[in-house]
């Protein structure tokens, strides 16, 4: 545990969208948000762009993006959503109801200078730093760190109790940034057994899905079934229906039959579609050596802010066989 404490730093993991922030005086304004994705979303988030005059020029944050709902007192995820697809006047209306908060955790640029290749350490030293000389305040969020086991276990045991926290997420301290890569150097720690998996094939049809069939790349990059779900809500239902695309040709599971129930030969009546999309599981801990779930799965949510790539990989196993 001592080597661990001093190798490594955890912050609190919470329920939103990542997002990197930068500061410039150019004709684009003074803040741009770029989603996981790549594309630009200051526009969803008016009043962010608002409080920007607090922010120096020449910052790029790496930060998660949440939201309040007033009228539960809470963060919302669900509120997120609705403001990460608004424009306009609409996006002006939901951030009176449902204002944003961006919660920072890393520094990549700060006065214009980068700090990719320094150590996490450093980093967050220059981050608090920047926090405290600007006495940065609401939006604004300096995310809590400790390198104190004790604290860490507190925040897991108490935190992830509040609405809107997931879990930890553990740092090395002497890593650098490295910009578009999945860092395993940062392990996150979910009290529950919420974890991410793929859609690659439903049951029903693409405007009334029922099931889904979900799968995870191997280390070879090979999308393997890991399990299906449970029975979908009907709200589920439409929400995935909106996003669902048919198969294109050469789809990794062409071919293959998928059963109903782990250890079964009943055969599922699926459709392939394109393996894009990231969904919030619950599942117990019933999973076979190939990494396949043996009892059937439960969909929590889409994850439009994640990739596949966002994907823990499973251990392998057949191709064609899945719970």
Not at 180 to 194: N, V, Y
Request: aromatic share 6%; charged share 25%.
């Amino acid at each position: 545990m001592a080597s661990w404490r001093a190798a490594s730093r955890q912050s609190r993991k919470f329920d939103g969208h990542r997002a990197i922030l930068f500061t410039s005086a150019g004709p684009e304004g003074r803040l741009l948000l770029q989603a996981r994705r790549g594309s630009l979303i200051q526009d969803r988030f008016p009043d962010l762009v608002a409080a920007a005059e607090q922010l120096p020029q020449g910052l790029v944050l790496d930060g998660e993006l949440v939201v309040w709902d007033t009228a539960t007192g809470r963060l919302s995820f669900e509120a997120l959503q609705r403001r990460a697809a608004a424009r306009g006047c609409t996006a002006t209306a939901l951030a009176a109801k449902s204002p944003a908060f961006f919660i920072a955790f890393d520094a990549l640029q700060i006065d214009g200078i980068e700090l990719l290749a320094l150590p996490y350490a450093e980093r967050r030293r220059r981050l608090e730093v920047l926090f405290t000389a600007r006495t940065l305040t609401a939006p604004w969020t300096l995310c809590p760190m400790t390198t104190d086991p004790a604290k860490a276990r507190e925040w897991l045991e108490d935190w992830t109790d509040v609405t809107g926290v997931e879990g930890l997420v553990v740092k090395a301290l002497n890593h650098r940034y490295r910009p578009g890569a999945r860092d395993r150097a940062w392990t996150k720690i979910r009290r529950g057994s919420t974890a991410e998996a793929i859609t690659g094939a439903i049951t029903g049809t693409l405007t009334r899905p029922q099931l889904l069939i979900l799968g995870r790349h191997d280390r070879t990059g090979r999308l393997r079934p890991i399990g299906r779900t449970v029975p979908l809500r009907p709200a589920a239902a439409r929400e995935l229906a909106e996003h669902l695309t048919p198969a294109a040709v050469g789809h990794p599971w062409t071919g293959a039959r998928f059963t109903s129930a782990w250890g079964t030969r009943d055969v599922l009546d699926t459709i392939l579609v394109e393996p894009d999309l990231v969904a919030e599981i619950g599942a117990d801990t019933s999973v076979d050596r190939g990494g396949v779930y043996r009892h059937p799965i439960r969909y929590v949510r889409l994850r439009l802010d994640a990739a596949v790539d966002d994907v823990p990989r499973c251990g392998g196993g057949p191709a064609a066989t899945a719970g």
